[in-house]
């Protein structure tokens, strides 16, 4: 069996962040790292394959030159091997494009399981997992709590507001999973020596026979039509009391900002 875990290299949330002149994320002038939320889907598919037999991790990623970090964080969490879709053509592509190039990787890794975050950190938009299941073709179970596999069957409890579904899916299938699905592993030393030694594949459109004229920012479906910066934080209000006023005016506070 193999599975293939999405992952993706981004800005680090804990920094500034901005856009470049052609309204797309400035990722040269951030500090990038391994998408938190991708972590959740290697764990998940780590737990897959030692809980069965002669199970392949690969961890798939799509960007610059930069994202090898990504995949070098997941063979150090331990994954068997790489892929990474880097191009310069791909740049400024969306979701469509992202998953149509994400898409022709998966069909040449002939993967059984394929398995993603909830959403990306940097762009929180969530579909790239429903947009793989349809352009490949596969069942898409998304937003899962829990997931397991038996046989050819993938299961899975996606949790709401007020009740949890248990749903199947017989593979291959395309799988998303939550922060809730258990907590990702942290590489340990050994990890990090083994990753060193593991195949990383680099592939370009050009490999994958995407053409470069449907996708990158050009034949972006969607266009960032003016940025501004996140304006300063404003100083709290102090409430006093020294002449026994203090809870009125922090009912009056609350009441106002429709807190209470």
Do not use: C
């Not at 949330?13 to 972590?39: K, M, N, Q, W, Y």
């Not at 291959?172 to 990753?195: C, F, L, N, W």
């Not at 009391?241 to 009125?248: H, K, N, P, V, Y």
């Amino acid at each position: 069996m193999k599975i293939v875990a999405l992952v993706k290299y981004v800005p680090d949330a804990t920094g500034d962040r901005e856009f470049a002149d052609d309204g797309t994320v400035d990722r040269d002038g951030a500090d990038g790292i391994l998408s938190e939320l991708d972590e959740y889907a290697i764990e998940q598919a780590l737990q897959v394959a030692e809980n069965g037999d002669d199970v392949e991790v690969v961890a798939l990623t799509l960007g610059p030159d930069d994202a090898a970090d990504a995949i070098k964080k997941a063979l150090q969490m331990g994954a068997d091997a790489g892929v990474h879709v880097s191009d310069e053509q791909v740049h400024g592509s969306d979701a469509l494009a992202t998953s149509e190039i994400l898409a022709a990787a998966i069909g040449k890794i002939g993967p059984d399981l394929v398995i993603a975050g909830m959403a990306s950190t940097d762009g929180t938009m969530g579909v790239v997992p429903a947009m793989l299941a349809e352009r490949l073709g596969w069942p898409g179970v998304t937003l899962a709590s829990e997931l397991s596999v038996d046989g050819d069957t993938v299961k899975i409890r996606r949790d709401g507001d007020s009740a949890s579904q248990r749903i199947e899916a017989t593979l291959p299938a395309v799988v998303s999973v939550t922060d809730q699905s258990g907590e990702a592993r942290y590489p340990s030393m050994k990890g990090i020596m083994a990753a060193k030694k593991k195949p990383v594949d680099e592939w370009t459109l050009e490999d994958l026979g995407v053409d470069a004229g449907g996708v990158g920012l050009a034949a972006a479906r969607t266009k960032v039509t003016e940025t501004a910066p996140r304006p300063p934080k404003e100083a709290g209000k102090v409430v006093t009391d020294e002449d026994g006023s203090g809870a009125t005016a922090l009912t009056e506070f609350l009441v106002a900002g429709k807190y209470l």
